[in-house]
């Protein structure tokens, strides 16, 4: 009885406030719309997110910081050294307001900020693989180079293939007496010179096709190396039909 004079002393007061004006009753239209900006932001959020750490992801590849880590801990030094944190701070910055919007639909409401964290974190760990996976960064890339492709071109220029210190990474083109010769993903022909120490090892191990990537200084278009390491090859990033033709937007 106590409970349904109280439900309906809260129904007295609200239609209270509603005659009196203090409350305004809004057209279902205005729900419907905020519902539908709501979710298209969450999705442009989300798309957004896993563009940029896909390209994050590429653009360590093409460099060659993405595999710095077999290196050891000198290669691990390096590789947080070169990691892009202004990008990274972009996707931090907009994982937050995906989070922000994510805690207004109510089944993200009522669950711990831990687990919504956690969903978005899985949600743009399987896009980004997925689009990793794909040719869609390295067409643009090349477009980029080829300055045909404005506005995000800049991007791609200034931070897809960005020159760290002493890693060269490349795709062999030739083995020769004291080392090789590579092609990088800008287009690039190094001539990689191995000291002895290190010669016999690489003979047997890297051929021609190979893709390295070489910790060594550089001095015009030779690098003298000093460690080296056979990795994945990207097969978007070194093929040579693109190759041919390109001058490179290095010089």
């Given at each position: 009885?106590n409970?349904?004079?109280?439900k309906?002393?809260?129904?007295?007061?609200?239609l209270?406030k509603?005659?009196?004006?203090r409350?305004k009753?809004?057209?279902k239209?205005?729900?419907?719309?905020k519902?539908?900006l709501?979710?298209?932001?969450?999705?442009?959020?989300?798309?957004?997110i896993?563009?940029?750490?896909?390209?994050?992801?590429?653009?360590?590849r093409?460099s060659?910081?993405?595999?710095?880590?077999?290196?050891?801990?000198?290669?691990?030094?390096?590789?947080?050294?070169s990691?892009?944190?202004?990008?990274?701070l972009?996707i931090a910055?907009?994982?937050?307001?995906?989070?922000?919007?994510?805690?207004?639909f109510t089944f993200?409401?009522?669950?711990p900020?831990l687990?919504?964290?956690?969903?978005?974190?899985?949600?743009?760990f399987?896009?980004?693989?997925?689009?990793?996976?794909?040719?869609?960064?390295?067409n643009?890339?090349w477009k980029a180079?080829?300055?045909r492709?404005?506005?995000?071109?800049?991007?791609y220029?200034?931070?897809?293939?960005?020159?760290i210190?002493?890693?060269?990474?490349?795709?062999?083109?030739?083995?020769i007496?004291?080392g090789?010769?590579i092609?990088?993903?800008?287009g690039?022909?190094?001539?990689?010179?191995?000291s002895?120490?290190?010669?016999l090892i690489?003979?047997t191990?890297?051929?021609?096709g190979?893709?390295?990537?070489?910790?060594?200084k550089?001095s015009?278009?030779?690098?003298?190396?000093?460690?080296?390491r056979?990795?994945?090859?990207?097969?978007?990033l070194?093929?040579?039909?693109?190759?041919?033709?390109?001058?490179?937007?290095?010089k």
């Amino acid at each position: 009885m106590n409970n349904q004079q109280e439900k309906n002393s809260i129904i007295d007061k609200v239609l209270n406030k509603i005659k009196s004006g203090r409350v305004k009753m809004k057209p279902k239209i205005y729900f419907i719309l905020k519902t539908v900006l709501l979710i298209s932001g969450t999705l442009v959020l989300i798309s957004f997110i896993i563009y940029f750490v896909s390209f994050v992801i590429f653009s360590l590849r093409v460099s060659g910081v993405l595999f710095l880590p077999k290196f050891g801990f000198s290669g691990m030094k390096i590789f947080l050294n070169s990691l892009p944190w202004f990008l990274i701070l972009i996707i931090a910055i907009l994982i937050i307001l995906l989070e922000i919007f994510a805690k207004k639909f109510t089944f993200v409401y009522r669950r711990p900020i831990l687990y919504s964290l956690l969903g978005i974190i899985m949600i743009v760990f399987i896009g980004s693989f997925l689009i990793d996976k794909t040719p869609f960064h390295s067409n643009l890339f090349w477009k980029a180079q080829q300055r045909r492709l404005p506005g995000i071109g800049m991007v791609y220029r200034n931070f897809g293939a960005p020159r760290i210190g002493n890693v060269h990474h490349g795709a062999v083109s030739e083995v020769i007496d004291n080392g090789f010769k590579i092609e990088t993903p800008c287009g690039e022909a190094l001539t990689i010179v191995v000291s002895p120490k290190i010669s016999l090892i690489l003979k047997t191990d890297i051929k021609e096709g190979d893709a390295i990537v070489v910790l060594g200084k550089r001095s015009n278009s030779t690098v003298q190396a000093f460690d080296i390491r056979k990795v994945e090859k990207d097969l978007n990033l070194f093929q040579s039909q693109r190759v041919r033709g390109y001058k490179s937007f290095w010089k």
